[in-house]
């Protein structure tokens, strides 16, 4: 395979990689709606939730296996971004790329503690008696806080709206790819960013909550995500050594990635 070729594929990969994580998690976290309520379900008390993941058996489990992995893979095209950008450079970019796959690692631990913690305790719950179901709310309490609330729901969302934040600011700044995806990726950040508020909640009673918040952020966050992809699949990326800002969106030449030999790792 020549270098040419090297550096399509690894742009049209990545590029397939966010699609293919994007649209997987939206399937899969609208499987685990339907068949759990969530998210809503994650603000309720043990004694709701417990019976709730019981009844649901292996099937529920395997879902948020699913909906763990799938979100997973996000962490593969956030590491061959730069490369594939051609900014391995960049400074910015190089610790936004640490960030956005420390994220993703945070955000597995709480999904998979779904898959891996959460079943002996709601089996211990529903077959207990009321000292046992006292001490499995504690337990569910804690690792609730702590693995879901703490890490994959607070510093998890805050690292890759960081993330998303600084490409979006990089798109804009060196128009490696279109502006409106960099000017609709800080739009959707600070929207995701709001959900926030629901997660301080959970530790300081009262904060202020826009319900909606979770919901819409992390959807329009995720089409983000998957316009990133698609644009990653079918646009050229200009080599930043001969190419101005101006020259993205205009007529391609010779210089364009595809034509220049891609040796970076990754690529």
């Known amino acids: 395979m020549t270098s040419t070729s090297r550096g399509v594929t690894a742009r049209r990969a990545t590029g397939g990689l966010f699609t293919v994580a994007a649209l997987g998690f939206a399937g899969a976290a609208t499987a685990l709606s339907v068949a759990f309520g969530w998210p809503d379900i994650l603000r309720e008390p043990a004694s709701v939730v417990l019976p709730a993941f019981a ?3 292996a099937g529920l489990v395997w879902i948020w296996f699913a909906t763990a ?22 400074s910015a970019l190089r610790v936004a790329t640490y960030a956005g796959a420390a994220s993703v690692l ?14 002996a305790l709601a089996r211990a719950y529903v077959s207990g008696d009321a000292t ?27 690292l890759i709206i960081a993330w998303s934040i600084t490409i979006s600011v990089i ?16 739009a959707v950040s600070l929207l995701y960013l709001l959900n926030q508020g629901d997660i301080l909640a959970t530790a300081v009673p009262g904060f202020p909550v826009w319900d909606l918040a979770g919901l819409i952020g992390s959807t329009v966050w ?7 992809g698609i644009t990653l699949l079918v646009r050229r990326i200009p ?10 969106d205009g007529p391609r030449t010779r210089l364009d990635t595809e034509h220049v030999p891609f040796t970076r790792a990754g690529g």
């Open 106 to 119: 945070l955000s597995l631990v709480g999904f998979l503690r779904w898959v891996f913690v959460v079943p």
């Open 69 to 90: 992995w799938t979100y997973g893979i996000l962490a593969v095209p956030v590491l061959l971004l730069p490369a594939v950008l051609r900014l391995r450079d960049n």
């Open 222 to 228: 995720g089409l983000w995500v998957a316009a990133l």
């Open 55 to 57: 009844a649901g058996g």
């Open 132 to 158: 046992t179901k006292a001490a499995v709310d504690a337990a569910w309490t804690a690792q609730h806080q702590f693995g879901g609330a703490l890490l994959g729901e607070h510093l998890g969302q805050l």
């Open 239 to 248: 080599d930043r050594r001969s190419a101005s800002p101006g020259d993205v």
């Open 171 to 186: 798109i804009l700044r060196t128009r490696v790819l279109p502006r409106w995806l960099g000017f609709s990726g800080l």
